[in-house]
């Protein structure tokens, strides 16, 4: 009985800690973008699974996610960030394959945990958000289900 007692302390002190990171997906990005060297600084709103040129610097978001209203706030995103020495978009392939300078993910809340270096531009993450004109942005079907089975059990 003692171990059946402690096996379901275990799975619900398990469980809660899952909900507890539990991440909603967004379908846009507001990221701040900085040129060191003149000071000019733009906030960029960037829909998932686009890309837009910051002077020489161009900047994608592959996904976006928040946490619920009632946790911890944080928002993470994952961008890559490719160089070029023009900022001319007609050449727009260029910077495509161009320079890698970032790729990883982004936190609101620790904006210096994973920066981007680089001595010219500096760019970070603001809020994730939902846009109502752009497509919803669906947790995929794994998860959804895991988080459904997890809420159903307690």
């Known amino acids: 009985m003692k171990k059946f007692v402690c096996l379901v ?3 619900l002190f398990a469980s809660n800690i899952a909900n507890a990171f539990t991440n909603l997906p967004q379908n846009k990005a507001l990221i701040r973008a ?4 003149t000071g000019k600084t733009k906030d960029i709103e960037i829909p998932v699974g686009d890309e837009q040129m910051f002077e020489n610097i161009l900047i994608k978001v592959f996904s976006c996610y928040t946490r619920p209203e009632d946790e911890t706030p944080e928002n ?4 890559k960030v490719n160089e070029t020495n023009t900022s001319y978009k007609e050449e727009l392939n260029s910077v495509k394959h161009g320079n890698v300078i970032f790729s990883g993910w982004m936190f609101s ?15 970070w993450l603001l809020e994730c958000k939902n846009d109502p004109n752009l497509p919803k942005i669906e947790l995929p079907q794994s998860e ?5 089975e997890d809420t159903n059990a307690l």
């Not at 900085?34 to 060297?37: D, G, M, R, Y």
């Not at 959804?144 to 459904?148: G, L, S, V």
């Open 34 to 37: 900085l040129n060191k060297q």
């Open 76 to 79: 993470s995103a994952f961008l």
């Open 109 to 123: 809340s620790s904006p210096s945990l994973v920066a981007m270096e680089h001595p010219n531009y500096d760019i």
């Open 9 to 11: 302390a275990v799975f």
């Open 144 to 148: 959804t289900q895991e988080m459904k």
